[in-house]
């Protein structure tokens, strides 16, 4: 596609439950972020994806976050058992190294509430 | 270790004002600068980046210089509009090691624009 695109684009959930977020990076980008996006914390990195290298997790706050790539392309965030402060804005990007440019493009993002 | 401070917000001008938001950083290795844009409502975007020391990135008649000596890279436009009105974010990207591929982002400056 032209952009990365990220779904939902908003999500509320009741405390507890697992949720499912899924970016759709751009074609042909081999890597792919995940930040979050949270008014006390800023932008943190969460995971990063390269191509079919071991992904780099050193950024998930706990164990109850998990990430998958399928096929090098799409990617889904898992939360399991969510909780409060877990709300945030989950944002995706890519970037392609094959040209050098690495500059990182970031989706629309989703909204997660946690009630 | 890598880390971004940034100029805290907001920041208020007046159309035409000339505006600097300054932005330092510590980096293992040789970084990439970055000043990302997120507008009200939408996804963050790339404004300019420099990646080796003395490079001027510009974009908008938005500049930044790459300064290795005082590791800075302060966002600056000489006439701002009210169409500017954004959060700004200062990111470095590491040039050295696992740290590779990830973006360290500042804790943004809002910037509004009155007519």
């Known amino acids: 596609g032209a952009g990365v695109s990220q779904s939902p684009s908003n999500k509320v959930t009741e405390k507890g439950k697992d949720v499912e977020l899924r970016c759709d990076p751009i074609s042909g980008h081999t890597a792919l972020y995940w930040y979050r996006q949270s008014l006390g914390q800023g932008l943190e990195f969460l995971i990063y994806f390269q191509g079919n290298s071991a992904p780099d997790k050193s950024g998930l706050p706990s164990d109850r976050f998990s990430a998958e790539r399928t096929g090098g392309s799409v990617s889904t965030l898992t939360i399991q058992r969510t909780q409060q402060e877990d709300s945030a804005v989950y944002l995706c990007?890519?970037?392609?190294?094959?040209?050098?440019?690495?500059?990182?493009?970031f989706g629309p993002g989703t909204r997660l509430l946690v009630l | 270790g890598n880390s971004v401070t940034q100029m805290e917000g907001p920041v208020t001008l007046s159309e035409e004002a000339f505006l600097t938001i300054n932005c330092t950083y510590t980096a293992t290795g040789y970084p990439s600068l970055f000043w990302y844009v997120q507008y009200p409502g939408e996804g963050l975007q790339l404004l300019l980046k420099a990646t080796k020391a003395d490079d001027k990135g510009s974009n908008k008649g938005f500049e930044a210089t790459y300064r290795k000596e005082t590791t800075s890279f302060h966002l600056e436009k000489g006439s701002v509009q009210v169409s500017d009105s954004a959060v700004y974010f200062c990111a470095l990207r590491s040039g050295r090691g696992s740290t590779l591929g990830r973006l360290y982002f500042g804790r943004g400056t809002q910037l509004t624009v009155w007519p």
């Open positions: 990007a890519s970037s392609s190294r094959k040209t050098g440019e690495e500059t990182q493009y």
